[in-house]
């Protein structure tokens, strides 16, 4: 049974930083790619970060590059999102998810599991 579950959310002030875990279980860990999502009040789930299956690979939306910073160990079964120069609009419910492949993947379609959601406040 694949089990995903985030932690880390908490309220900051903006400029400050937070790092997410995810805890993975059920399934091959390596052998797929993993994502965050988020989701704010009001608004759909956009995609905010995917690692590869082997970690050497990355992509960010363009709200949060050079910002956020995710990454993986295999080992522990865990992903992770470093998030820093936090804004107010970073504010949301953030999910990780595990893809249907090793790729990197943008849309929630390419994921088959998620996770329950961290909440991430950020105060101006």
């Known amino acids: 049974q694949v089990q995903l579950a985030e932690s880390g959310g908490e309220s900051v002030q903006a400029g400050g930083s937070l790092r997410l875990s995810c805890a993975a279980s059920?399934?091959?860990?390596?052998?797929?790619?993993m994502g965050w999502f988020r989701q704010a009040p009001g608004k759909e789930r956009e995609f905010v970060a995917t690692?590869?299956?082997?970690?050497?690979?990355?992509r960010y939306a363009a709200s949060v590059k050079d910002r956020f910073i995710v990454s993986r160990d295999n080992a522990k079964n865990a992903m992770y999102l470093q998030m820093n120069s936090l804004k107010p609009e970073d504010t949301a419910v953030y999910y990780c998810?595990?893809?249907?492949?090793?790729?990197?993947?943008?849309?929630?379609?390419?994921?088959?599991?998620w996770g329950q959601g961290t909440q991430v406040t950020v105060s101006s």
């Open positions: 998810a595990s893809a249907l492949g090793t790729l990197t993947a943008t849309m929630p379609r390419e994921y088959s599991h």
């Open positions: 690692i590869s299956g082997s970690g050497r690979a990355w």
């Open positions: 059920g399934f091959t860990f390596s052998s797929v790619a």
